[in-house]
């Protein structure tokens, strides 16, 4: 098999599939720190306007990257309130300023 039959794009879509579980997962953990629950909102707003581009876009690769992202920051919205649960558990930091919050 030569390089000009061999075919990048799956590799590529799977490294960016990678990349960007690998960003939100931290992004989840801090969003959830510094604003709490109410974060979830700024995680349909990226996953809505990520599905709606990956819909116009021509281009099929980042199409389907658009719509990796769109489906992350979607499955972020439920870790929100996941990490927030860990977070009264004591399995993870709590913010002190939002302390009255975990007391509910």
């Known amino acids: ?42 995680f349909l707003f990226v996953g809505l306007a990520a599905l709606t581009a990956s819909l116009f876009v021509n281009n099929q690769t980042v199409s389907i990257i658009l719509g990796v992202v769109a489906f992350s920051a979607l499955w972020g919205i439920r870790e929100v309130f996941q990490q927030h649960e860990r977070v009264r558990k004591g399995w993870f930091p709590m913010n002190p300023k939002r302390k009255q919050e975990y007391e509910k």
């Open 1 to 42: 098999m030569t390089r000009d039959t061999m075919h990048f794009t799956g590799l590529f879509i799977g490294f960016a599939t990678f990349m960007t579980i690998g960003f939100f997962h931290p992004l989840v953990i801090k969003a959830e720190y510094y604003i709490g629950r109410r974060s979830w909102w700024a």
